[in-house]
């Protein structure tokens, strides 16, 4: 297996391997004596979130807490971070079990997300903090950088507020679809709000219905 990731080489081919190996692929090879990647991404997530938290405290002085937690859950919503994962083909490299290949898994935002973490995790356990901060903040510019133009409150409040002041009624949200195991969950949502409907797609209900709600404001022009 190819030890490079985003300019990282792993010196343990094994972690590497952990991160990328899905939960579907142990259970169908038990005889592989192998783990799948889900401790590592439980850490990853952590380093994540600290990482990209006092980026964004360092960028925006003014920002109170409220703001602050807006723009990190924009920076590391399920689509970013699948965006990044893509970006760097984790997807392509994972080890999937047959049946979550079949039923479309690769393609999942979720599972995309999951290994951006896990692969953070892993190169936080083998070469620490400062190695994987270095690594986040040079992956995800675009999405950080992003954030120097992005509103600063949810954008299901901005339509909220939109839809108000317009005369028009509240937006309406409903989840058009639910994907992957229970563990590691994808929704899709759906929202209609001033004549328009826009989907979207996270890891949570909230996240989602934060992805259809900054597609909609877009649509309508009003982001």
């Known amino acids: 297996m190819n030890s490079d990731i985003a300019g990282y080489r792993f010196k343990d081919g094994r972690l590497l391997e952990t991160a990328l190996t899905h939960g579907s692929y142990v259970h169908e090879h038990p005889d592989d004596h192998v783990e799948d990647f889900e401790r590592l991404e439980f850490l990853g997530d952590a380093v994540v979130d600290l990482v990209v938290g006092e980026e964004l405290f360092q960028r925006t002085p003014r920002a109170s807490e409220g703001e602050l937690t807006a723009l990190r859950a924009r920076v590391v919503s399920g689509e970013s971070l699948a965006a990044v994962a893509q970006r760097l083909g984790l997807p392509d490299r994972a080890r999937l079990g047959a049946g979550e290949e079949a039923s479309g898994g690769r393609m999942r935002v979720g599972l995309a997300a999951s290994l951006f973490e896990s692969v953070v995790g892993a190169v936080y356990v083998e070469a620490g903090f400062e190695v994987t901060r270095d690594l986040i903040l040079r992956v995800m510019h675009d999405e950080i950088q992003a954030t120097d133009t992005a509103p600063t409150k949810s954008a299901k409040s901005v339509l909220q507020e939109r839809a ?59 982001a």
Do not use: T
């Not at 949502?189 to 996240?207: F, L, N």
């Open 164 to 222: 108000q002041a317009e005369k028009q009624p509240l937006p309406l949200y409903r989840v058009v679809e639910e994907r992957g195991p229970e563990h590691s969950r994808d929704f899709v949502i759906e929202v209609e709000a001033a004549g328009r409907v826009a989907r979207g797609e996270g890891r949570s209900k909230r996240e989602a219905e934060e992805a259809a709600a900054a597609k909609l404001l877009e649509e309508v022009g009003w």
